[in-house]
């Protein structure tokens, strides 16, 4: 069985940070890319990160470039998002997702993923 499971959300204070774990089973995780993507209430779905097997190859939406970091254990079958200087803005439920491809350093569509967990909340308190 399949299966991507986000942990380490919860309620931050705008300006902390949080990090953010998708472990994976069920499928070969090295031949996949996985992103992370966030849907907050009453908007579409965001790409935010994309990293490649090869964790040299990554790609980070505009919003957050800078203020978070995209890592992969590939012993571990595990992606880490670490995000720093929260914003508000940042609330949302994060999701991960596994695509059989390669992110050429930008976010793979999302219609292009495989496999997707149940997804984590954010909340960033003001």
């Known amino acids: 069985e399949v299966q991507l499971v986000e942990s380490g959300g919860g309620l931050v204070q705008a300006g902390g940070s949080l990090r953010l774990s998708c472990a994976a089973s069920?499928?070969?995780?090295?031949?996949?890319?996985i992103g992370w993507f966030r849907q907050a209430p009453g908007k579409e779905r965001e790409g935010v990160v994309c990293i490649s097997s090869d964790d040299g190859d990554t790609g980070y939406a505009d919003s957050v470039k800078g203020r978070f970091t995209v890592s992969r254990d590939n012993a571990k079958n595990t992606v880490y998002l670490q995000m720093n200087s929260l914003k508000p803005e940042d609330t949302a439920v994060y999701y991960c997702?596994?695509?059989?491809?390669?992110?050429?350093?930008?976010?793979?569509?999302?219609?292009?993923?495989?496999?997707w967990g149940q997804g984590t909340q954010i909340t960033v308190a003001s």
């Open positions: 069920g499928f070969t995780f090295d031949d996949y890319a």
């Open positions: 997702a596994a695509a059989f491809d390669v992110c050429a350093s930008k976010i793979i569509s999302d219609w292009a993923y495989d496999y």
